[in-house]
């Protein structure tokens, strides 16, 4: 991902002025943080590297011992302190204490499955069964609409709660408004200025909320409403509230944290490692049988989140039945999970084989659109040939490529376009949708600083290309000529060991807004590199005392990582990359993966 530097005429670290991938390294520490890691090392006795990754990271003297045991109890919030959450949680106590019909209207990915699976928990604890809605992505679009607004009214849903949708979907809560059915919208987008006709509206992105929780994901804010929730019903009397035990279900909320790519700081820290305690002990038999069907190896981490998990999960919601990923997460029966698990593995090898051939598509088209993409500012390619359930991928893709905001647009024949777009850190792209719309240049858009969502008309694709280029042009310039590397550290490979990533570890996890440490590998020869599986490769570095080191970098074929590992065989070379423990018939086993090299010079 690419950063800003912060001091431009900081010296290079090993001197790689220009990589593979056209970055400048640098250490992540200056003077400053060297200063503060030693002193972090020396007051709380911890290993020299762990201190340098928490100063790296911002974390001060005072806070290292409790970021790297981060509780629920020091982290959490008074949830009241979210606007509306008062409001909402009241309702739902109402609901529940008068057994009513409750109708849970969730979004197509990891983070909307989790977050209607956590809801549906909640009230079948309270004998509450309430159905789940999610609309396909392809015929409904995301979020409520009022055709089934009024179907679940239809069923008999006296109450209508929306998780991670629902913010600005003003026509659909309306249709309900106007039937006398409320509506509680917990969500984490940002919002226009309007708000919609409802019940109550929790969401930490709105103008007005104060709380300071705007990181969370759409799970992390359902999760507040239901602490909120149960204290209600405790102090109302309500025996099955105290037989709650809402950690258990903290894998779910650390699922979403992890697949929606939001920051983990704060409470989302307390989220992720808490929830992955959940996740090791299986206890969702659904998360169970998904991590089974990928082969999970080794305890839950957050790349089996991110990398196993999520991908199933949203092949359902991308190609497949939108609603078979919240299904899977709710389930007690082992043998329907094994179903629905089989069929979600089935869906995500079909997304993959469609993938490489849009990708190859998409590639295309902006090469001949863009060139090199270096003198453009934002990546636009659209096509009627595209399935709108994966120009997310291809977005993200592009924005690997090209290294600028992409965005993949799927056409209709009537010329209506569904597309995705990805960003680079520190460009807000959901602000720059949402000023396109505001243009009258889309039907609708919005989304998050990292990505975005939008439908547009073709005939007007060359004024929203021009408009994005405007809106984008000096940012992305000066984001793109300022593109660093930040090193954590330097090490060989002998210093590459199990007890090294056990000591990173416990620094962790890593994600958005804590990225995982990187390290260069300095003159090492080559000694073997080649292309394996789809489009990776993978290479042998050895020391100059023998020592070696099996390295992978992934997606590289066919670019220019790809090409310098390829073509440096039996030369040194310097590697950047993040160390893992890599299981191999039940053998854990380390290796760095591959972010960038550079020539010796």
Known sequence: MPELSADPVQRAFLGVERSATGQRWISRLDQAGQNRALAIAQTHGLPELTARVLAGRGVGLDDAVAFLD????????????????????????????????????????????????????????????????????IFEGYGPNPNAINQLIDRGAQLIVTVDCGSTSNEALQAAADRGIDVVVIDHHQMAHDMPVCHALVNPNREDDLSGQGHLCAAGVVFLVLVATAKKLREAGDNRAHTLDLLRWLDLVALATVCDVVPLKALNRAYVVKGLIAARHMGNVGLAALFRKAGLGGPVSPYHFGFLIGPRINAGGRIGDAALGSRLLTLEDAGEAETIAAKLDELNRERQAMEAIMLEQAEAEAAAEYGDGSAASVIVTASEGWHPGIVGLLASRLKDKFRRPAFAIALDPSGKGTGS???????????????????????????????????????????????????????????????????????????????????????????????????????????????????????????????????IAFRAQNTALGDLLLQSRGQQIHVAGCLSADFWQGTRRVQIRILDAARVT
């Open 70 to 137: 981060p509780t629920l109890r020091g982290l959490m919030p008074d949830p009241l302190s979210l606007a509306d959450c008062d409001k909402a949680a009241g309702r739902l106590v109402r609901a529940i204490r008068k057994q009513e019909k409750i109708a849970i209207f969730g979004d197509y990915d990891v983070d909307g499955a989790a977050s209607s699976a956590l809801m549906h928990r909640f009230l079948a604890h309270f004998g509450i069964d309430a159905p789940i809605y999610i609309p396909d992505r």
């Open 421 to 551: 777009g990805r960003s680079i850190s520190g460009f807000d792209m959901g602000r720059m949708v949402r000023a396109a719309v505001d243009e009258g240049l889309l039907v609708k858009g919005g989304g998050h600083a990292m990505a975005a969502g939008l439908t547009v008309e073709r005939d007007k694709l060359g004024r929203l290309r021009h408009f994005f280029d405007e809106q984008a042009g000096r940012a992305v310039a000066s984001l793109v000529s300022n593109e660093v590397l930040k090193i954590d550290g330097a090490l060989g490979a002998s210093g590459a060991t199990l007890a090294l990533i056990d000591q990173l570890e416990s620094a962790g996890p890593y994600g958005a807004g804590h990225p995982q440490p990187v390290f260069a590998v300095p003159f090492h020869r080559v000694v073997d590199s080649r292309p394996i599986g789809v489009a990776h490769v993978k290479a042998t570095l050895e020391a100059g005392d023998g020592t070696r080191l099996d390295a």
